[in-house]
């Protein structure tokens, strides 16, 4: 709060007024605490497998172990940690990218049908790995949506990528896609272990990860469903999740359309 007394310009001992200013200065407060906490957030993500790295290098050099195949077993999680590491940059990088020109992205188009069935190909080989059906009904001729092409297609990807990762083999994910008056509504669904409903606020914030023994066992950064809550953004649009343990999740983006 700022206090200013207003004066009598010939009697200065005079006062006439007061000025009161207030400045809601929370809102500052927390994105700053925000930008904070993410930078101790990625130093901690990037400093886990860079210590795990040194440490296994360290013993390999000492020369203390013979046995080949424990050295080979030492190898392989360096260069699993790496790859997690390069990883977890690429999605940093990506992320900070989409912040600073969400702007600038919407003067950019997509041709949305076109989009959608392209990663919709992408993903299908990784599905077919799992024994995982991939369903899709995408609406021929969607409107085109204003908005970078290639981040559309990413935040895609992170859904039907974490789709497949969290559902078990032979289950099935499924895409529809339609217009509903000028927006395009997507909706990725799947059969997988679903997501507990206390879980669900907390679920597109940075490096958040659902119950971290069950997300153990499958690779991630925590980084996809903030990546995507950025581009929804970034496309004037909305997400929605809808969840049940043990039987499911389904995502919604409506996105509004470009206007002709
Ligand atoms: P990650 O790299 O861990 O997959 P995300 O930000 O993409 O990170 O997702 C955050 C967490 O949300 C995941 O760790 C997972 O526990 C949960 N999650 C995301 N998508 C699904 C899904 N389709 N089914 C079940 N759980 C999911």
Redesign the pocket.
Known sequence: IYTNLIKLENDPTRVIGIVTLLEDVTEMRKLEKMRSDFVANVSHELKTPLTSISGFVETLKSGTIEDEDTKMRFLDIIDIETERLTRLIDDILTLSEIENNSTKSIRSETYTTEAINEVTEIMRPIADGKKIDIITEVEGNLPIIYGNRDWFKQMLI??L???I???PQGGRVQINAYQKYNHVVIV?K?S????PKN?LPR??ERF????KA??KK???????????KHIVLAFNGRIKVN?EVGK??E?TIIIPTKIN
């Open positions: 992170n859904l990528d974490n789709a990762k969290y559902t990725v799947d997988g272990l679903g997501i879980e679920l597109f958040y990860r659902v119950d069950r997300s499958v690779i991630g950064t925590g980084l996809g469903l903030a990546i995507v969840s499911g999740t995502f």
